[in-house]
């Protein structure tokens, strides 16, 4: 979940076959070989927006659907973000961002309807109220 320096959250648009449409979500990928998470978080969040981050704390690691497969995700915050360069990645379709209120919105809307991503977004609004 990559967090800008005024608190706004940076999302992705991309294709999903599997549910022929655009979704908006976080960077995400697949681990390659021999990649921990964390690695992979931090080559995906430069491949799919351009961006890097000085800080990833860990917010979370599930099973997406354990009836009936292994595949486990874990989340990270990135903050402290950098522009290096444009995105790079052919599959991104967009980049939108908004404020973490506004994004609570979309999901409520069902214009954000990835698992991961309102999950990530679930626990950045939960530490944010506890902060309060």
């Known amino acids: 979940m990559p967090i800008l320096p005024n608190g706004d959250v940076l999302l992705v648009r991309q294709y999903r076959h599997a549910v022929r449409s655009d979704l908006w979500e976080i960077p995400a990928g697949k681990i390659e070989p ?5 690695a992979c978080a931090r080559r995906e969040l430069r491949e799919e927006t351009g961006y890097i981050a000085e800080r990833w704390t860990r917010l979370v690691s599930f099973f997406t659907s354990p009836g009936f497969s292994n595949e486990r995700i874990t989340l990270f915050r990135a903050s ?10 052919d599959e991104i379709t967009g980049q939108l961002v908004v404020p973490i209120e506004q994004a609570e919105r979309m999901i409520l809307a069902s214009e954000i309807t990835d698992a991961k991503t309102i999950l990530a977004l679930g626990c950045l609004l939960s530490q944010a109220r506890r902060a309060e």
């Open 34 to 38: 021999g990649e921990d998470a964390l």
């Open 80 to 89: 402290g973000l950098r522009q290096l360069e444009p995105p790079g990645a």
